[in-house]
C-alpha cells in the first residue's frame, strides 16, 4: 500500500490550498443562504409632491389620504422639468399632477391624475397602487352614490381584513428547495475545481518520467498500481463531497422538508467521479502543470456558465440552450432541477452522466498506454 500512502500524502501537501477555497465556498454560500429570501414585504414610505391645480375635495381627500403613510407636500405651481430632476436627484419618489377636472374626470372614469417618477423604482410601483386604490374606490362611490361622502371612502381605505393563504408553506419549501439547489450547483463547480487541480497537479508530479520508470522496474505490479491510485484518489473526493453535503445539512437545517437530498447526494458522486475520470484524461495527454491548471479553470469555469450554474439557462438564447444539453453539468443539475421528479425521469441523466465518465476513462487509458510506450 505504499503507493497509496504517497498518494495520500501528496495530498495532504495542498492542505493550505484545499482549506482557503473552502472556507472561501462556505462563505459564500453562507452569505446567499442568510439575504437570498425574505420573510415579509414592507412598504416604504414615500416622499410626494403634489401639484393640486384642481383644488377640490377630492383632491384634498386624495391628499390627506396618502399624508397618512408619506410624506407629501403640495403646491399650485406646476414645473415639469423642475420635478423631473427632483425625482431623478432622488429628491423625491415622485410627483403628482392633479389639473382642473380632478373631480370631474374622477366621476367619468378618465385619466384624472399624471405621475412623474422613476419607471425603474420600486417606490415608482407603490406610489401608482395607492393611486390606483384610492381612484377605484372614488369612482366606484361617486357612481353608487351620485357625491363623494369622504368619510365613507375613509373608511373603504382604510378597512382591512385577515387573509390567509394557502400556499404559504408550499412557497416557504420552495423557497428552500431553490436555496440547496443554488448551493448544489455551486458546489459541483467547487468540486470540480477542487479536484482538477489538486488532483491534476498530484498527478502530474506522479506521471513524471522518473518515477514511472521506477514504478516499472519496481514489484509492482500495473494492476496494483492503478488500485491504490484511483482508490486514493476516490477516498479524498469522496471526503470532500462529504464536506459539500454536510454544508447542506448544516446550512439548512429545518428548512430541508422538500429537498431531494438523496438526488443531490448522487449527483455529487457522479460529478465527482467524472472529474476524476476527466482529470485522468487530461494528466495521461500532458504532464505540464501550467496547462493542467489552465485547462482545470478553462474547463470548470466554461462548463459552469453554459451549464446554468452561474446564470439561468432561461436568460440564454436557444442555441446556447441547446449546447447545455450536451455538458455533463446541465444533467448534473437535472437529477435535482425538480423537487418532485421520480427516479425513472433522472435515471436518463445518470446514464448520460456515466457514459460521459466512461467515455473520458477510455480516453485516458488510451493516452496513457501511448505515453507508456513513448517512454519505454
Not at 410627483?95 to 405621475?115: H, K, M, R, S, Y
Not at 410601483?125 to 393611486?131: A, G, H, V
Request: net charge negative; no cysteine; charged share 15%.
Amino acid at each position: 500500500m505504499i503507493v497509496f500512502k504517497i498518494i495520500l500524502l501528496h495530498f495532504w501537501k495542498f492542505k493550505w490550498f484545499i482549506i482557503p477555497l473552502a472556507l472561501t465556498f462556505f462563505f459564500i454560500a453562507a452569505m446567499f443562504s442568510s439575504f437570498s429570501d425574505t420573510d415579509s414585504f414592507a412598504t416604504q414610505e414615500l416622499n410626494v409632491t403634489v401639484v393640486d391645480q384642481s383644488q377640490s375635495e377630492a383632491s384634498n381627500a386624495l391628499i390627506d389620504y396618502l399624508a397618512k403613510t408619506h410624506n407629501v407636500e403640495t403646491t399650485d405651481e406646476f414645473n415639469r422639468k423642475e420635478l423631473e430632476e427632483a425625482v431623478f436627484l432622488a429628491e423625491i419618489h415622485g410627483a403628482i399632477i392633479l389639473d382642473q377636472n380632478f373631480e370631474e374626470n374622477l366621476a367619468t372614469g378618465e385619466p384624472a391624475v399624471e405621475v412623474i417618477g422613476d419607471q425603474r423604482a420600486a417606490a415608482n410601483t407603490q406610489l401608482e397602487t395607492e393611486l390606483s386604490k384610492f381612484l377605484m374606490f372614488a369612482n366606484a362611490q361617486i357612481n353608487d352614490s351620485g357625491s363623494l361622502d369622504i368619510s365613507k371612502l375613509d373608511s373603504a381605505l382604510t378597512d382591512t381584513i385577515e387573509v390567509d393563504i394557502n400556499s404559504d408553506e408550499t412557497s416557504g419549501n420552495e423557497a428552500d428547495y431553490n436555496n440547496v439547489a443554488a448551493y448544489s450547483n455551486f458546489a459541483a463547480y467547487w468540486l470540480m475545481l477542487f479536484l482538477m487541480l489538486s488532483v491534476g497537479n498530484l498527478m502530474s508530479e506522479y506521471n513524471q518520467s522518473e518515477i514511472q520508470k521506477r514504478i516499472t522496474v519496481s514489484p509492482l505490479s500495473s494492476t496494483s498500481n492503478a488500485i491504490q491510485v484511483f482508490t486514493s484518489q476516490f477516498i479524498v473526493s469522496f471526503l470532500a463531497v462529504l464536506i459539500m453535503f454536510s454544508g447542506i445539512l448544516v446550512l439548512y437545517h429545518g428548512h430541508l422538508e422538500n429537498v431531494p437530498l438523496t438526488r443531490i447526494f448522487l449527483a455529487m458522486i457522479l460529478i465527482t467521479v467524472f472529474t476524476l475520470a476527466m482529470q485522468f484524461a487530461i494528466n495521461a495527454l500532458t504532464t505540464n502543470r501550467f496547462m493542467v491548471n489552465g485547462l482545470a479553470n478553462l474547463i470548470t469555469l466554461g462548463m459552469a456558465f453554459l451549464s446554468g450554474i452561474f446564470i439561468p439557462l432561461e436568460l440564454f438564447g436557444d442555441t446556447a440552450q441547446k449546447i447545455a444539453e450536451f455538458l455533463p453539468l446541465y444533467h448534473y443539475t437535472e437529477l435535482y432541477r425538480v423537487p418532485n421528479t421520480s427516479w425513472s425521469e433522472v435515471i436518463p441523466s445518470i446514464i448520460i452522466l456515466l457514459l460521459y465518465t466512461v467515455a473520458f476513462m477510455i480516453i485516458g487509458i488510451i493516452f496513457n498506454n501511448q505515453r507508456k510506450s513513448k517512454q519505454s
